[in-house]
């Protein structure tokens, strides 16, 4: 086993308030800090003790670091935050990771906390960063705004058309996905979602963007997620058990990646190639000297429904081309052979930008998700449709 | 600038929605000035790296194939495929509000790169592989912009 990541570090606390739409009236500030208290108190430290600050989602939806610092009275000696969009929740936890490795920090807190639904829907005329769309390579999500492609549903809807074709897949299969994270939302108090789905309402689900259904689309929330994460050797004198950091691998870049498609598609600029993914040879496997079949629950970036499916092509759980038959038939579901998204992820859940499934990720680890809590869980894995991937285990190895 | 001798301007039409263009361009600079002012002479322009002669879009200093920071600008045929497509049923800009439903297409030219552009004409039915050319809309700001119509005899 390669031990370059031996669980060096271990999220020790988490606090999470419900994911709601449109009821949040406080300060952001006054929001997050009830996170952070609520994961204080998880894990038995005081807020002096908190020495490092990372920000996912700064101003205007959230605080930038510096006003957070400030108005949370926090005196922390190492602070980060990263772009507003939500592919980097694991990104946040590797800097964190990074900046206790090297002894930036003591302690760490991430705080995703942000009020999105204040500014109507993402993408509209209106909303923080719609600028963004004229950014010298184009949108974020590929918006192209002088040809009518809007919104980020635009550019995943034109990758699945294309994936649809390519690997000759029903889009109806989608349905899985959206119908098995609702049921797991049901089982979960905290999420915005409370009324059953039946494949019935999915199929009568109006078009977003087609083929995209409104029902294969997440839930914007706000959302207010502290997780506490420290030295390894730290953890294990705190209130909770620690939830290790086996190991991590950071997003992908570049030509050959299109944010919100799967890899080879050919969409916007990357060439379209005969994507073969590594699967277990990801470095984040070798890293922690486990496989795919290994991982007890799989928590993933889920703006839409297919990048469910292309994340568990991705990684190696499913053969690529083939993932939309693989989760079938509950596989994906609580009891089923690799549970997904177990609190029912953004598309159920709350568009939480991956902090309500990083906040579940340590409870299936504890032992904490009560009707959701997959028995004799161990290893739990975040990754993305853009290549990130972060693992976690209740063992440091 | 320079242009192929060969190369024939684009058709040109009226943007049939309501929009200041230049309120939904990626705002110029020096380096993409060329594309912007061919594309109001009625030509799509694209880099042409100098070394190993591939085209690429959007406007970038390096090939993204062999990484040469060399290139020259050539005009394209507006010729090409189309890759994948998606159709908005309500629009989302108030540009579009008079176009709805509307197609946008993943059009790879057969020069090679591949762009985004409304699908032109209401009754055509998008299909990947529908052969397309490109045609210059001029918006009502005097801006223009690429669109698509299936060729001739393809639809």
Known sequence: MDSRFASSVAIAGVGTLPFTRGEVKESVASFANRAVELALDDCGLERRQLDGLLIHIGSPRGLDYDEMATLLALETRFASQTWAHGRFAGTVIQHAAMALDHGLADYVVCLAAFVNTRFGHHGRVGFPGFSENLREGGGPHAETLHAGLVLPAGGTAMALQRYLHKYNVDREKLAAVALGQRRNALLNPLATMTQPMTLADYQASPYIVEPLRRLDCSVPVDTSVAVILTRADRAKDLRKPPVYLRSYQGIAAGPREFVFGQRGLGINQSEEFDYRPLGGDEPVFRAAGVMPGDVDTLHCYDGFTPHVMWTLERFGFAPMGEAADWMQNGRIELGGELPVNTSGGHLSEGHSNGWGQTAEIVRQLRGEAGPRQIPGCKLAMWATTFGDAVLYGNEPH | ?155
């Open chain 2, 1 to 155: 600038m320079a242009m192929n001798p060969t190369d024939t301007a684009l058709p040109l039409r009226d943007f049939p929605g309501l929009a200041e263009l230049q309120d939904l361009v990626i705002p110029p600079s020096a380096s993409s000035q060329p594309a912007v002012d061919a594309l109001k002479d009625g030509r799509l322009t694209l880099q042409c790296c100098a070394n190993c002669h591939r085209h690429r879009l959007p406007v970038a200093p390096v090939c993204p194939y062999c990484g040469s920071s060399a290139f020259d600008w050539k005009a394209s045929t507006g010729q090409g495929v189309v890759v994948s497509w998606v159709r908005y049923p309500r629009s989302y800009l108030p540009a579009f509000e008079a176009l709805i439903p509307y197609v946008v297409l993943c059009v790879e030219l057969t020069e090679g790169p591949r762009l985004f552009g409304r699908l032109v004409g209401k009754d055509v039915e998008p299909r990947i592989g529908m052969p397309v050319s490109a045609v210059i809309e001029r918006w009502t700001d005097g801006g223009h912009a690429v669109a698509f119509a299936a060729t001739d005899g393809a639809a």
